[in-house]
């Protein structure tokens, strides 16, 4: 009988999102083991480490993450770090020849997003991006739906992105709404028109939520429109405080039909009293998301196993960017910019 040894895999950044996922390695995935924890922040990876630690042992816990990827144990690594670091980091991941899943974006300019995927390329291991709605249901359902032909031909297509709140808003870099959050949009927007492309893109964005804070980059809010190849055309909005909770929806409207995503209620249960109807709604995204979360680890550790391209590639993530930069440009620049206008900027 054959037994299979656990997919041994590094976490890089032990932040919010970092730690979410150095849950799912070492507590919701079988067949997979955290084995390292990196974080350049003094204490921050010995922490998760010593949470996570369980009867099979503690993982090794670094803070200078080229020691982590040159531990020979470790197959595969999980990059959760500030998006800006997210390019070198694939590359010297893959260099290091481990498959490489990034927290999205991947990159920041077009360039990186080429570096990074030639070098996964090169090394000959499968680079992943984090765009989770492709792994949660509805989203996904929708997708396959429309391949099956069920929508007809996509005419017209939203995705949107409303944050609870505009926390620490000091943290946040320019372009923010664009390169972090609505990237999740412009891919999802790829996803619900498969076989199209983006050709066209025109934004516009504003600092509604802060007024006081436009003078040093930060825009809170933002709509999209994208003209695809295949003449269908979409928007996507994203707002960076939504006082009733985290509200993630997209739609599809076809030849055929029209497909909905997206629910921002807790539960299906709705109140009825004096003050009216009343839902509790979802305000955080890994509740939103967590089953999609761990889908797309599960799916990462597939791909690793089998050789197989995962669902949400690196040329994913570059296409969103392109969408992302072209937006950029347009609130720039106050007019349409195409996205072959963009090269390898």
Sequence with gaps: MTTHQPLAVGLIGAGRMGSFH????????????????????????????????????????????????????????????????????????????????????????????????AAARDAGVPLQVGFNRRYDPGFRAAHDKIVAGDLGTPQLLRSLTRDPKLNDPARIPPWTIFLETLIHDFDTLRFLNPGAEPVEVFAWADALVRPDLKDRGLLDTAVVTIRFDNGALATAEANFQAVYGYDVRGEVFGSAGMLTMGDIRRTHLTSYGPDGAAADCVT???????????????????????????????????????????????????VPVGIAELKGE
Excluded: W
Aim: aromatic fraction near 4%.
């Design 22 to 117: 150095a849950e799912t390695l070492a507590r919701r995935l079988p067949g997979v083991r955290l084995a390292a924890v990196a974080d350049p922040a003094p204490g921050a990876a010995d922490q998760l480490a010593d949470r996570l630690a369980d009867h099979l042992g503690r993982p090794t816990a670094y803070t200078a993450i080229g020691e982590l990827l040159a531990d020979p144990r470790i197959e595969a690594v999980v990059i959760s770090t500030p998006a800006r670091t997210h390019a070198d980091l694939v590359v010297a991941a893959a260099r290091a020849g481990k498959a490489v899943y990034c927290e999205k974006p991947m990159a920041v300019t077009l360039a990186e997003a080429d570096r990074a995927v």
């Design 284 to 334: 955080y995204d890994q509740d939103l998301f967590h089953d999609a979360y761990v889908a797309e680890l599960a799916d990462f550790a597939d791909s690793v196993r089998t050789g197989r391209n995962p669902s949400a590639t690196g040329e994913d993530a570059r296409a969103a960017l392109s969408i992302a930069l072209a937006a950029v440009r347009s609130v720039t620049t106050g």
